[in-house]
């Protein structure tokens, strides 16, 4: 069963929500402050997925996933009434995977959780014939092979979140070829995000910071100015 972390300090919300996610079949884990979240994430059950509110009392959201990241790789999908560019984009550059906005449809917030746990193999484009591509990093060549959703360096495994490893499996099946945010954002975000292809950059230069030794000059992920993002294979 999936464990899920919700962390809101709404506690009629937060009713509301159990009583859906449990129906859908989530093991569901509350906590109303940033504190007690931590608690769980560090115990030793951990959690597979959090669905995390900003605005909170004492810690707040953006602090609660700095602090949670580093800790676990389960996607993090906020749900805030926050709904400016800014605050999208802080959240994600703090290690959010998705963002929801206040009000929001349960059915919505259904889907991102469902995409979010997919694995990454279920993303598939023009290119099928190889599972396994090798990145020539400068620090030692990388292996992304799709079939088994891993990354590595030699035998030393580098973890993804979920939707790093989708954004790195279209990049892949699209190898040597340019492909646009917008085209990124539809089949990465599958229904899309706010319109808004920011959020493709975002994840892109997370993705760098774990592929490239250097990520402010970049020889695997590129940037082809004014056009998108190409991938380079060996």
């Given at each position: 069963m999936t ?13 509301s ?5 449990e129906?859908?079949?989530y093991?569901?884990?509350e ?39 580093p ?19 802080a ?8 963002y929801v ?27 099928t ?9 400068q620090?030692?060549?990388?292996v992304?092979?799709?079939?088994a ?8 495994e ?25 085209s ?14 920011r ?24 940037t ?9 294979v060996?």
């Amino acid at each position: 069963m999936t464990r899920l972390l919700m962390l809101e300090d709404d506690a009629g919300l937060r009713a509301s929500l159990r009583m859906v996610l449990e129906d859908e079949g989530y093991q569901v884990v509350e906590a109303a402050d940033a504190e007690r979240a931590l608690d769980v994430v560090a115990g030793p059950a951990g959690v597979d997925l959090m669905l995390v509110d900003l605005m909170l009392g004492g810690m707040d959201g953006f602090s609660f996933i700095q602090r949670a990241r580093p800790q676990t790789e389960a996607p993090i999908v906020v749900v805030s009434a926050r709904d400016g560019v800014a605050d999208i984009v802080a959240a994600l550059e703090a290690g959010a995977d998705d963002y929801v906005t206040k009000p929001f449809l349960v059915d919505e917030v259904r889907a991102r959780l469902k995409a979010l746990l997919r694995r990454p193999t279920m993303v598939s484009t023009s290119r099928t014939e190889a599972d396994a591509f090798v990145l020539d990093a400068q620090d030692g060549p990388l292996v992304f092979d799709r079939g088994a959703a891993t990354l590595a360096r030699g035998d030393d495994e580098i973890h993804l979140t979920n939707t790093e490893f989708r954004l790195l499996g279209v990049l892949a099946d699209n190898a040597g070829r340019v492909l646009s945010r917008s085209s990124l954002l539809e089949h990465v975000w599958e229904r899309g995000f706010f319109g808004d292809e920011r959020i493709v950059d975002v994840h892109v230069r997370r993705l760098r910071k774990k592929l490239e030794a250097e990520p402010s000059s970049p020889t695997i992920l590129i940037t082809v100015r004014g056009l998108g993002y190409r991938l380079d294979v060996r």
